[in-house]
């Protein structure tokens, strides 16, 4: 691939990260970005989500134990749902991440990329509250709208935490593949010293 690919922004399988741009990334990264932020969504939700419902039933005045059922029952109907929503929903957020990581690519700092991303995570977000809010009537922020605020906070937190394992785990893909070249102890090659 010619330096002219690159410039021009084109996303190839055998585009790899080197000086001029340490961050660069192939499309087989972006997808499996796309896919681990899925899964940590699918992940944290339920967490969320029970968190939640436990503040809730501590308020109620319905005895736990038939809550118990019902708040499991709830937690795997609603977890399964949105998981499923949220995995249509990974190609849109696969063209959402491309021109941020392009834009990137050139900047070796881990702090601005995680920082862009959360970006993106909350203006995801809040789309996601816009539509729930207009669709749910939300005009008063209680227990019950509770509940449509949380995969709002998964999918805030999902966001930067998916780049970052995705960015490590390809960096840590390239030290593999040149065993022979030394490394530093943050996966960064070592240029070899000239004898001369």
Do not use: K
Request: positive net charge; glycine residues 10%.
């Amino acid at each position: 691939m010619t330096g002219e690919g690159r410039a021009r922004g084109d996303l190839r399988v055998d585009a790899v990260r080197t000086a001029e741009h340490p961050m660069a990334f192939t499309r087989d990264d972006l997808w499996r970005g796309g896919l681990t932020t899925w899964a940590l969504f699918a992940g944290l939700l339920p967490v969320c989500i029970g968190v939640n419902m436990l503040v809730y039933i501590r308020g109620s005045v319905v005895p736990i134990s038939d809550t118990a059922l019902q708040f499991l029952f709830l937690l795997f109907v609603v977890t399964l749902f949105a998981a499923l929503i949220a995995l249509l929903l990974v190609p849109l957020g696969v063209l959402l991440a491309w021109p941020v990581g392009l834009a990137l690519r050139g900047v070796r700092s881990q702090a601005v990329h995680l920082v862009a991303f959360a970006l993106l995570g909350t203006a995801v977000a809040a789309v996601y509250l816009a539509f729930a809010g207009a669709f749910s009537g939300l005009t008063a922020f209680g227990p019950g709208e509770l509940f449509l605020v949380t995969p709002a906070i998964a999918v805030a937190v999902a966001t930067p935490l998916g780049w970052w394992i995705t960015a490590r785990n390809a960096v840590r893909r390239d030290a593999r593949s040149v065993p022979d070249q030394p490394r530093s102890c943050n996966g960064n090659s070592i240029a070899p010293v000239s004898p001369d």
